[in-house]
């Protein structure tokens, strides 16, 4: 059944600041979702390093998107909060941030998730999300 | 003395991504920072409201700037980590990131903010974080 | 009005945790409640400051009281997620948690909380904490 | 080479919190530790359940030494922050709490870590850590 990753998919294309990001949805399954960010100048901090709100950008969709495909058809998902470490400097040519749902419940949803910086082979992982996130129903009206 | 202001709007102006979002530097002082943020549709989640990575991005440098204006003046400052509360929908025309130092130590420091978003005469808090920054020492070659 | 603060003081005494700890209630308010722990060497880790968890369970239930202190009378609180930053060595003969609502919702709130070390005339934050917390309705069976 | 087992080992011993909560260290490798918990009634809140201040306790020595495993011999570790998920009501007869280092760094190790509620032969978690811990020199006075 691929409902679920349809309607990830459509609510992707809505978010305008992953388009501007430069951000890619790259996989979604059930309780998963893979979002990749390539380098851009034009997102880093004074370091030349991504900036952490760029990360956590796409840390935060990738969260909200792995809700989003194991919630109730008639619901849509908010982050409640999220943590972030950063672990190492976010210095890379692909970033890809990997989502999962550590835990579904009725109305509120933990998940995951770490940031891989990508070059050439290697692979490192630059930064960890943990975070709360709320089904509610969809209202008619919007 | 203007020192540690100085040393803030610098570096803020080398943090491409406060320009890409469209960021201003509105108040430096010792151990507190605001930062303007104009709403943009280019910056928004699929429901329209500010996506909670832009909101996050100005808190983030709004924090770090706050430790770096109490930081010994040969060291810059790296975010170990943050949490991010989302306490409504970020809504409005213009938001503004306001930090301060919660306490400052030789290594590590830990500021607060919160993200208020202005519409006319009404002031409403949006975003809340807790964060920790590290000083470190600057190396000569950077 | 003083419901509010019956609620908070039955329930107080009903989490026999805080007994074992030997805290106290000290303080209810409409949103803020105070918690006061003196100091014993059965709380310690191994250089004799109080331990990080029991330094939580005080904030967590100051938070989670200065919670219910707001919620509607069928409704009890749970706590979901909290961060902690232990800023100083919890070293004193008593120590205070006071817990303050920074937003409260619906369905969740959101509450701040410091721990102080009290040594004579001194006081001195020791740990802060941010926490979401969800009000539940009261099941008939409980 | 047991060498950090046995620091871990005769660190815990030196924790009077552990043993007031009736904690035991099980299991103690490189980079990994865990604690079990069995249940109390002096440990509970008003609902019956673990307080999720005894749940901290134990998630927080267990990831404290899953960094101390890794840390040179010379040095100690202190928590600089965490954050808890409480993921489900803390019922069971024993608790298990399982750290492992996320990512071991010169002087700030990151570590997640589960408590898990055991009741015959089920296992679940009931709450996750995503925390921050700090290596310092052993200073000789000590």
């Known amino acids: 059944m691929t409902t679920h990753v349809e309607r ?3 609510s992707f294309f809505k978010q305008p ?5 430069g951000a890619e949805l790259t996989a979604v399954g059930e ?3 893979e979002i990749r960010l390539p380098f851009s100048p034009s997102l880093t901090q004074q370091d030349g390093y991504l900036h952490a709100g760029a990360v956590t950008a796409v840390l935060d969709s990738a969260c909200g998107y792995a809700a989003l495909s194991v919630a109730p058809a008639d619901h849509e998902v908010l982050t409640v909060e999220f943590k972030v470490n950063l672990l190492a ?3 890379g040519k692909v970033f890809i941030a990997k989502a999962q749902v550590k835990r579904a419940g009725k109305k509120l949803t933990v998940c995951t998730a770490d940031a891989f910086a990508i070059t050439g082979d290697t692979q490192k992982v630059v930064a960890t999300m943990l975070t709360t996130i709320m089904a509610v129903p969809i209202t008619p009206a919007k």
Chains 1, 2, 3, 4 share one sequence.
């Open 89 to 91: 400097p976010a210095a």
């Open 8 to 10: 990830v998919r459509q």
């Open 17 to 21: 600041f992953m388009s501007t990001l």
């Open 31 to 33: 309780g998963m979702v």
